[in-house]
Nanobody, 121 residues
Framework: QVQLVESGGGLVQPGGSLRLSCAAS????????MGWYRQAPGKQRELVAG???????DYIDSVKGRFTISRDNAKNTVYLQMNSLKSEDTGVYFC???????????????WGQGTQVTVSS
């Protein structure tokens, strides 16, 4: 079993910054993909930023130039640095990972519990 634990959410004023962290633990052989999704009230969950292992990062258009995703593979941790935050960035941010637990097995998707980000003056 694998657990994803997020931290770093909170209340911030427009223009401010937050850094989210997500640490994976449990039976882990490799992590193929790590990313961040968000869900605003009344809206569907959307991919904000994704980072395959050793691959190119991908961002939703609305956060390009403001958010940066990074990984520490030795710590099985993914980060999301969020700068110049806007009110429309408000939502619950979920960590998502595709994890291979044992050699020769297929990766499985896992989700964190979510962390609230509120951008408001």
């Amino acid at each position: 079993q694998v657990q994803l634990v997020e931290s770093g959410g909170g209340l911030v004023q427009p223009g401010g910054s937050l850094r989210l962290s997500c640490a994976a633990s449990g039976t882990i052989f490799s992590i193929n993909f790590m990313g961040w999704y968000r869900q605003a009230p009344g809206k569907q969950r959307e991919l904000v930023a994704g980072m395959p292992r050793g691959g190119n990062t991908d961002y939703i258009d609305s956060v390009k130039g403001r958010f940066t995703i990074s990984r520490d593979n030795a710590k099985n941790t993914v980060y999301l640095q969020m700068n110049s935050l806007k009110s429309e960035d408000t939502g619950v941010y979920f960590c998502h990972a595709h994890v291979t637990s044992l050699p020769g097995t297929s990766p499985r998707p896992y989700w964190g519990q979510g962390t609230q980000v509120t951008v408001s003056s």
